[in-house]
């Protein structure tokens, strides 16, 4: 089954502790992105990877990190997380830069206290 | 000016009734528009994506695209329990990969 698969699903930490957040695609998609949801602001992107190697800053990239090192995997990371940061979080994928359209996951609940 | 605004609801109407969820956008450069639609505690799917002005019809489910009035629209006929949820929509430019989404409307079909 086509799919994006994040984890934790629901998470609860405490300022400071980093923590990192699973993204894996199966669909072979070159195009990966990570977005936060807020009620009010709906989905903000966070950062995007249009590659292996290659990553940038979306909307709000303060105080998160990414990495791809490989096609199907997009961590996004929290070195030092803040109560500001307590949000749904979406990871998002699809084939190519201008084709076709997001397929997301399930969400990320983090709450940082 | 939010880029696209969307009005959040909630929106509560009977079974079978006709629903009309709308974004209004404030730049012309964009070119694609799409409906995604999120139920609670998933994430969104796409459900409609239109390029043009004018309609595009996916069974219960109708886009509309007026371009000359930078407004979107989602028409559900014979709205049935399950299609309560949250729409959201989303539009980009042809060049660029940058999605913009609104905030949502929460609709409620009750029987």
């Known amino acids: 089954e086509a799919q994006v698969t994040q984890n934790p699903r629901y998470l609860i930490t405490v300022t400071g502790k980093k923590l990192t957040v699973t993204c894996s695609q199966n669909?072979?998609?070159?195009?990966m992105s990570w977005y936060r949801q807020d009620p009010g602001l709906g989905l903000r992107q966070i950062y995007y990877s249009m590659n292996v190697e290659v990553t940038d800053k979306g909307d709000v990239p303060e105080g998160y990190k990414v990495s791809r090192k490989e096609k199907r995997n997009f961590p996004l990371i929290l070195e030092s997380p803040s109560p500001n940061q307590t949000s749904l979080y979406f990871c998002a994928s699809r084939p190519g830069l201008h084709t076709g359209e997001l397929f997301f996951g399930e969400g990320s609940r983090l709450t940082v206290l | 000016q939010k880029e696209v605004e969307q009005d959040p609801g909630p929106l509560s109407v009977p079974e079978g009734a006709i629903v009309s969820l709308n974004c209004t956008y404030s730049?012309?450069?964009?070119?694609?528009f799409m409906w995604y639609r999120q139920y609670s505690r998933k994430g969104p799917e796409l459900l409609m994506y239109?390029?043009?002005?004018g309609n595009k019809e996916d069974g219960r489910f109708t886009a509309q695209v007026d371009k000359s009035s930078k407004y979107i629209s989602l028409f559900i006929r014979d709205s049935q329990p399950s299609d309560s949820a949250t729409y959201l929509c989303?539009?980009?430019?042809?060049?660029?990969?940058?999605?913009?989404f609104g905030t949502g409307t929460r609709l409620q079909v009750f029987p």
């Open positions: 239109t390029y043009s002005s």
């Open positions: 669909m072979n998609h070159e195009y």
């Open positions: 730049n012309s450069a964009f070119q694609y």
């Open positions: 989303a539009i980009r430019s042809y060049n660029t990969d940058k999605l913009i």
